[in-house]
């Protein structure tokens, strides 16, 4: 049975050392001695708990605990004394120590105060080895990426990160935006405050305003109590806005104005509310081409990518493989209790082969699944399960026909189709737009990369 603790007993007299140390073993715990506080210094650093006697030749009780604290180390600690005070609790106190007991004291009590101790700093060592799990989750370290494109989105991270600016992260599927976009807020002054996510996608177009902005009690059929949004919950935080392509365009004008004005009403409210939130917006696609087709807002576009990140692809990084294939044995191994703790070369030769369609996610479900499969102690080639590719019969008839004429490319099949439809038109271009199922101002984006935007004539005013 583990033991609960270890704690060091501080005391001058042998005698009542002894006691002590006889009593706390009793009651499970590991016990050290010393006499002096000189002697007890190289033994803090094993200790949960340090018991000290509060007058001690040389260095005495409470510089003792001075010394510990300003050499970092975290031990709780309880004063005891047959001289005391008030004004010496109360110092005691302020130094930190959890208790302070006067001899004489029953065995009984002190037990019973040191399991009190020992549970409290049992709670704040788990606290504190969570936040450095938090830490190291986060850290840019553990964001794997050697290659020169990753290297610059760590300087960027670090650059934007203490900043408020609004960050647009863009990459397709798997790539790891939700790990930037969480760098980034751990990294900046609010990250003590809520990491809020809302994916856009999820939440079906009747429910997203209440769903980020809130609603009051009646606003609609079901709506007994009121409730806050995800702006609200995020308040001094960061909301990470996944996917925001996919956000409807009446939801688009509310949001512009929480970039703007940082403010909104909930549901079925007139109040106008304040909220202080750090915005970072993610997309897997191309939203200059949702601008062009009319389904993006162009002044909400430009308020989101105040600071652009790209993030490439896996197999526009191949580079990055075998180091992402190490960091996710060496974690995923551990979580599985897997006995294989190594990858050989040629399996990562294996993973560079593949094109891997769904990118760093992709590969760690690989990972994952490989090392739950396998039985020796290094991941090998043949361990290496990759899931095949899904294609119908009628995508792969379709492959085997040419899209485009033979020697025709994309670009000017395009153009053709453009001068056609302004022909049939009369060079009318709102009318050309509707025939293309183009809007207005896309048609024109064309006819300006083709160089036509000025041999078409501009059509009457209706």
């Not at 526009?316 to 006995?339: N, Q, W």
């Not at 990118?359 to 043949?382: D, F, M, P, Q, Y």
Request: net charge negative; proline share 5%.
């Amino acid at each position: 049975m583990p033991s609960p603790g270890r704690i060091l007993v501080v005391e001058d007299e042998d005698k009542l050392r002894r006691v002590l140390q006889l009593e706390l073993e009793s009651a499970g715990y590991e016990v050290d001695g010393a006499p002096s506080a000189e002697q007890a210094l190289p033994l803090a650093s094993l200790a949960n708990l340090i018991i000290t006697d509060l007058r001690l030749p040389g260095i005495d009780g409470l510089q003792l605990i001075k010394q510990l604290q300003s050499r970092g180390l975290s031990a709780a600690s309880i004063v005891i004394t047959a001289h005391g005070s008030v004004d010496l609790a109360v110092e005691a106190m302020k130094l930190g120590a959890a208790d302070f007991l006067q001899k004489p004291f029953s065995l009984d009590h002190l037990t019973t105060v040191v399991q009190k101790v020992m549970a409290v700093q049992s709670l704040r060592d788990e606290n504190r080895r969570m936040r450095e799990e938090l830490d190291e989750r986060y850290q840019f370290d553990n964001i794997v990426g050697r290659s020169a494109a990753m290297r610059e989105i760590f300087h960027t991270v670090e650059r934007v990160a203490p900043t408020r600016a609004t960050v647009l992260l863009a990459g397709e599927s798997g790539v790891g935006k939700d790990m930037i976009a969480r760098a980034i807020h751990h990294h900046s002054p609010r990250k003590n405050h809520p990491f809020v996510k809302i994916n856009c996608t999820a939440i079906p177009e009747n429910l997203m305003e209440s769903e980020l902005f809130g609603y009051e009690k009646g606003a609609f059929t079901g709506a007994n109590t009121s409730k806050p949004g995800k702006f609200e919950q995020a308040d001094q935080g960061t909301v990470f806005l996944d996917e925001i392509g996919d956000v409807p365009g009446n939801i688009q004008v509310k949001l512009l104005r929480i970039l703007q004005e940082r403010q909104f009403e909930r549901l079925g409210s007139n109040v106008t509310r304040n909220v202080d939130v750090r915005v970072v917006a993610a997309t897997n696609v191309d939203l200059r081409e949702a601008l062009e087709q009319g389904r993006f807002r162009e002044d909400l576009y430009y308020r989101l990518n105040v600071v652009p990140i790209n993030i490439p692809s896996l197999r526009e990084r191949k580079g990055d493989i075998p180091f992402l294939a190490i960091h996710f044995v060496r974690k995923l191994s551990k979580e599985l209790g897997s006995a294989a703790k190594e990858i050989s070369p040629a399996a990562i030769d294996r993973l560079l082969e593949h094109s891997w369609p769904g990118n760093v996610r992709e590969l760690e479900n690989t990972i994952e699944r490989s090392l739950v499969l396998a039985g020796g102690a290094t991941l090998e080639a043949s361990d290496i399960r990759i899931e095949a590719p899904r294609t119908s019969a009628a995508a792969s008839a379709a492959q085997q026909t040419p899209l485009l004429p033979e020697g025709e490319t994309l670009e000017h099949w395009e153009q053709m189709m453009i001068r056609e439809a302004l022909r049939r038109a009369n060079g009318n271009k709102s009318q050309a737009a509707r025939s293309l199922g183009l809007t207005r101002n896309a048609l024109r984006y064309r006819l300006s990369q083709m160089g036509l935007e000025t041999e078409a004539p501009e059509e009457a005013e209706s």
